[in-house]
């Protein structure tokens, strides 16, 4: 019977299979006997000159790029456990707050979520100079590394602070956030968009990572976004430079034909009516026809000549409905009379100046552009609002991540891997209240050791995930007491999962290491204390099924079985040979898609030999597995 993998996936073997299939030729041998790419000869195999040595070309390179690459391909053995008790609406849920390393998070997270994330947020450390960021050293036994477990050292996840006394302080910035970005790549759809708020410190880096992971084409804009001025030379008479009062909101999509729609912004007063010239300089012949005596010699008009022969007539109608002449008529009156109309009007006249112009209605909207001060800095008044003193410096608003979610379909699936205050989370419930919508979240947040001088700690919160999981919980309930008639259903609940190590014990991985005297680990390969649901999400991790899919336990044939969104998964954890042929008789009459079982659940050999056989003849679409 097939076993489960129960790790990450390998990323370096993926992609030297897929070179494999376009130039076989390219591979060869490593010391290892693992396959390896010949790169002179692949090099040679894209070039159509004669390659000899290395070539001098435009790219980002900085000290601990490669260790940076590696970082993002290494798999890894870990697991999500799921933690009930801190989770609200665990068993309806469709949200996630996942509470590790958020490199570590994300690589748990290909499986299940590759290409299916429609929007991804986030907020890193803008690398101020009193930032901290977490600390990728990975340091592996060799024989670790050749089985591709990936396993950090005895200190497990760090946070380090970058000074600007390091002497790669740009660079183990750069590395922190290339490895994260890369495996986020690989979650976004292809009609998805990822936003990233930065400072200027960082944001000429930011975007090289980007054009290099993402594809210059794939650049769409950088978003001006307000916040509070600074400037910590106000008390001097000189300066060396202006004070600060926005920064940058990238935004990247993951394909380059992907088009999001035409999105307008409220104004705070509505915009009277107003006139724009009817030329414009696009040179088409065909738009160039005789209107009030006039025919350009380049150039176009704005519409076709059937269009504005209308436009022409509707204004001088316009004059006589209101007994208004072109030389006293006023912007008032003309206002006045369209919205008195039961639909939209082209109107076209000759200006003052003897051009022609056509008319743009009121409006109380404006395109929206990469100038986003509409949206007021600062999120601290409605976090202080909801949890009772001052929980972060500087939360992003929530208009803000509102703003970000409008540019997709209200069933989206939004990612933030440094959640940090939660807006994310509640900005989508707002919007799902607001207009119906049924937008999932899945928020990753490391959990940071508050600072024992802080208010957060006073208020007996001992880390940053726990603030987050308390906002979103006082954030939720509060927008459903507030929609309670018109969003009855909202789901503001959240399943908490934890980064961990595996359930596997390392038998499970390296079977080869394993001495005589070591024999009594092969009676079980299941690390001690691991609950029955702890394996159910390693397994859903390890299979990719989703992990918010709802979980029932039934009893069959006296046996505790875990059943996925009904017939998605069923798995029995049963030990010390519970499992017999009647047990897999019965629950394969259920025909689920995929079955797991405990490998030392089978009451013996023949039942776990015969069991495969037993699903192929009653339910032969099932994928059987074991642990």
């Known amino acids: 019977m097939e076993k489960m993998n129960m790790r990450t996936p390998d990323f370096v073997d993926d992609n030297i299979a897929k070179i494999a299939e376009l130039f076989p030729n390219c591979v060869t041998e490593a010391e290892d006997g693992k396959k390896a790419i010949d790169f002179d000869l692949l090099r040679q195999e894209l070039s159509a000159q004669l390659v000899e040595g290395p070539q001098e070309r435009y790219r980002l390179d900085w000290p601990g790029k490669r260790e940076a690459l590696v970082t993002a391909n290494t798999p890894i053995t870990k697991t999500l456990r799921p933690c009930r008790e801190e989770s609200l609406d665990f068993d309806t849920t469709e949200n996630l707050f996942i509470e590790g390393d958020n490199l570590e998070a994300l690589k748990l997270l290909q499986e299940t979520y590759l290409g299916k994330i429609k929007m991804i947020y986030i907020d890193p450390p803008y690398n101020t100079g009193n930032d901290f960021i977490y600390d990728d050293n990975y340091s592996i036994r060799k024989a670790e590394y050749e089985q591709g477990t990936g396993q950090r050292d005895e200190e497990g996840s760090r946070l380090i602070a970058n000074l600007e006394s390091n002497g790669r302080f740009h660079s183990d910035w750069v590395s922190f956030m290339f490895s994260r970005l890369k495996l986020a790549k690989h979650l976004l759809s292809d009609d998805g968009l990822i936003f990233l708020s930065i400072g200027p410190e960082e944001v000429s880096n930011l975007k090289k990572i980007m054009d290099e992971i993402f594809g210059e084409a794939n650049y769409r804009n950088a978003i001006a976004i307000k916040r509070g001025a600074k400037s910590v030379q106000a008390q001097f008479e000189t300066w060396d430079k202006l004070g600060t009062a926005f920064e940058y909101l990238l935004l990247y999509s993951k394909s380059s034909t992907f088009r999001f729609p035409k999105m307008e912004r409220k104004l705070d007063e509505e915009k009277p009516g107003g006139w724009n010239n009817h030329w414009r300089g696009t040179d088409r012949p065909t738009m160039r026809y005789e209107i009030f005596g006039i025919t350009p010699d380049s150039g176009q008009w704005r519409?076709?000549?059937?269009?504005?022969?209308?436009?022409?007539?509707?204004?001088?109608?316009?004059?006589?409905?209101?007994?208004?002449?072109?030389?006293?008529?006023?912007?008032?009156?003309?206002?006045?009379?369209?919205?008195?109309?039961?639909?939209?009007?082209?109107?076209?006249?000759?200006?003052?100046?003897?051009?022609?112009?056509?008319?743009?209605?009121?409006?109380?909207?404006?395109?929206?552009?990469?100038?986003?001060?509409?949206?007021?800095?600062?999120?601290?008044?409605?976090?202080?609002?909801?949890?009772?003193?001052?929980?972060?410096?500087?939360?992003?608003?929530?208009?803000?991540?509102?703003?970000?979610?409008?540019?997709?379909?209200?069933?989206?699936?939004i990612l933030d891997f440094f959640a940090g205050s939660a807006t994310t989370a509640h900005a989508a419930m707002q919007l799902n209240a607001e207009d119906g919508g049924n937008r999932k979240f899945i928020m990753i947040q490391l959990p940071e050791v508050c600072d024992e001088k802080s208010e957060a700690f006073k208020a007996g919160y001992k880390t940053i995930a726990e603030i987050a999981k308390e906002r979103i919980r006082r954030a939720g309930k509060k927008i459903k007491d507030e929609n309670a008639l018109n969003a009855p259903n909202l789901d503001i609940g959240f399943r908490v999962l934890k980064v961990d190590s595996s359930n596997m014990k390392d038998i499970f991985y390296r079977p080869d290491e394993i001495d005589q005297s070591q024999m009594e680990m092969f009676t079980d390969n299941i690390e001690e204390g691991r609950t029955a649901e702890d394996l159910l999400f390693q397994v859903l991790l390890d299979w990719g099924v989703d992990l918010t899919l709802p979980v029932t336990k039934e009893t069959v044939s006296g046996q505790e079985v875990f059943f996925v969104d009904e017939n998605a998964l069923a798995a029995c954890f049963a030990d010390d040979g519970e499992i017999t042929e009647d047990f897999c008789k019965e629950l394969a009459q259920k025909v689920p898609l995929r079955v797991v079982f405990r490998d030392s659940g089978f009451k013996d050999d023949s039942v776990r030999i015969n069991v495969e056989q037993i699903f192929k003849l009653m339910s032969p679409h099932t994928e059987v597995k074991s642990l």
Request: hydrophobic share 35%.
């Open 303 to 413: 519409w076709s000549k059937e269009r504005s022969v209308i436009a022409i007539e509707n204004y001088q109608r316009l004059l006589d409905e209101i007994g208004k002449t072109e030389d006293n008529v006023t912007q008032e009156e003309i206002d006045a009379w369209y919205e008195k109309q039961n639909q939209d009007i082209d109107l076209l006249r000759l200006s003052s100046l003897g051009k022609p112009e056509h008319y743009i209605p009121p409006t109380g909207t404006t395109l929206l552009n990469d100038v986003w001060f509409h949206i007021a800095s600062g999120g601290s008044a409605i976090v202080k609002q909801l949890m009772g003193f001052k929980a972060f410096d500087n939360p992003k608003p929530v208009d803000l991540l509102k703003q970000i979610c409008e540019f997709f379909s209200n069933d989206a699936v």
